[in-house]
């Protein structure tokens, strides 16, 4: 968790030496932002080691995500934004790909701190903007322990790799229902470095702005 704080706090840091560095006062915006995650199956079948690795994929499923964002206004078009996230885990159904035993699985939540740039074109009440950036993603859990169908008692450890970096693109528009405040909503495509597998997912999400 220290790592996500340290890399949310330097985004903060960069967004407010960005305004600062253009010579006026800074036009800052915060979101909040919940909806679903969208995750890809991961892992691979070839990494299945009997009574080491008797699961090692996990299947495509769905999970609520919620955060917030600080973003700052470098123009017209062009803006900043850093944030902190999180997604929930979700129950999924393991196999073993040598005799189609199954065990019933809680995959872990995430913790996630990002900065990202942001284009816009402003059309009036609402602005359209595309987005890219990274950042860090955390899992967050304890070992599991469970009984598959078969009758097999079977022990799941916390991943090695606990803290990866990300990527991510995407896009959404703002609506203006005020001067200092509106609506908006993204989707975006977000990549996690992990080992074995990496992992794919889609956000769909909308929320509220104001402009301070």
């Keep these: 968790m220290r790592a996500l704080f340290k890399i949310l706090t330097a985004g903060l840091g960069l967004v407010l030496l960005a305004g600062m560095s253009f010579g006026q006062l800074p036009r800052f915006e915060i979101s909040l932002l919940g909806g679903i995650a969208r995750v890809g199956a991961f892992g691979d079948a070839a990494d299945y ?3 080491v690795n008797d699961f090692p994929t996990t299947p495509k499923y769905g999970a609520a995500s919620f955060g917030g964002l600080l973003g700052l ?16 885990g979700a129950d ?20 996630s701190a ?19 950036g990274g950042g860090l ?24 790799q606990m803290i990866r970096p990300l990527v991510e693109a995407g896009g959404g528009l703002k609506l203006a229902l005020g001067l200092h405040f509106g609506l908006r909503a993204e989707a975006r495509y ?23």
């Design 49 to 51: 080691a009997a009574g």
């Design 73 to 88: 206004s470098l123009g017209r078009h062009f803006g900043l934004e850093a944030g902190l996230r999180y997604q929930t």
């Design 92 to 111: 999924v159904v393991l196999t073993d790909p040598s005799d189609e035993d199954t065990v019933s699985f809680k995959t872990l939540a995430h913790f």
């Design 114 to 132: 990002v900065l990202r740039a942001v284009f816009a074109l402003p059309l009036g009440p609402v602005r359209l903007y595309i987005l890219g």
């Design 137 to 160: 993603d955390m899992l967050s859990g304890d070992a599991q322990s469970g009984v598959t169908a078969y009758g097999y008692a079977v022990e799941f450890e916390k991943p090695d």
């Design 190 to 212: 977000e990549f996690i470095f992990a080992d074995p597998g990496s992992i794919k997912t889609l956000h769909a999400e909308g929320g509220i702005f104001v402009r301070i």
